[in-house]
T-cell receptor
Framework: QQQVKQSPQSLIVQKGGISIINCAYENTAFDYFPWYQQFPGKGPALLIAIRPDVSEKKEGRFTISFNKSAKQFSLHIMDSQPGDSATYFCAASSGGSYIPTFGRGTSLIVHP | EAGVTQSPTHLIKTRGQQVTLRCSPI?????VYWYQQALGLGLQFLLW???????NRGNFPPRFSGRQFPNYSSELNVNALELEDSALYLC??????????????FGPGTRLLVL
């Protein structure tokens, strides 16, 4: 059973556009939601994370929106740049676990 | 500061063989995590070692095993390789006493191909 569902699987955006990646979870015990960015040939790197006591967190061009009642969270990349082209993973963890559950990833391509 | 290193970078094995993958954490980090990244499946948690002890194990068969050495480096062993073991194996490390919100720093991975 996939506990964190991520969509879309792939995304193509023009430079300057907004990239939106969505995730939904089932386990109501999840209370920490990180996003990871992975470039080809590299391991994932933490991009931004949110706890459910806030509905939005922004860091530069990257924003996480969180909807606790819907059990959904999303990553918005404003003014998308070709350098943002990478695979993005959402994840979720609960208080009793140090191990995040990952979504299946979204391959983002930003065309110049 | 040197990042997490993994060796080898690529590996080709045949079904039924055994393989050992190695990971060196960031200096000062005591926790090491192993993940399997198969195509289209995201990251699947394999094992977590902290201070030389296995702390948690993912939903993988016993032929996946590992250990952590006194210098905090780690090995992942996979016995009786199967075709579906073909994947990128990622190692991550985190600081001592890390809570679950502590960042895991990933290495570049070892790509294993089983023929």
């Amino acid at each position: 059973q996939q506990q964190v569902k991520q969509s879309p699987q792939s995304l193509i955006v023009q430079k300057g556009g907004i990239s939106i990646i969505n995730c939904a979870y089932e386990n109501t015990a999840f209370d920490y939601f990180p996003w990871y960015q992975q470039f080809p040939g590299k391991g994932p790197a933490l991009l931004i994370a949110i706890r459910p006591d806030v509905s939005e967190k922004k860091e530069g061009r990257f924003t996480i929106s969180f909807n606790k009642s819907a059990k959904q969270f999303s990553l918005h990349i404003m003014d998308s740049q070709p350098g943002d082209s990478a695979t993005y993973f959402c994840a979720a963890s609960s208080g009793g676990s140090y191990i995040p559950t990952f979504g299946r990833g979204t391959s983002l391509i930003v065309h110049p | 500061e040197a990042g997490v290193t993994q060796s080898p970078t690529h590996l080709i094995k045949t079904r039924g063989q055994q393989v050992t993958l190695r990971c060196s954490p960031i200096s000062g980090h005591t926790s090491v995590y192993w993940y399997q990244q198969a195509l289209g499946l995201g990251l699947q948690f394999l094992l977590w070692y902290d201070e030389g002890e296995e702390r948690n194990r993912g939903n993988f068969p016993p032929r996946f095993s590992g250990r952590q050495f006194p210098n905090y480096s780690s090995e992942l062993n996979v016995n009786a390789l199967e075709l579906e073991d073909s994947a990128l194996y990622l190692c991550a490390s985190s600081r001592p006493g890390a809570g679950r919100e502590e960042t895991q720093y990933f290495g570049p991975g070892t790509r294993l191909l089983v023929l």
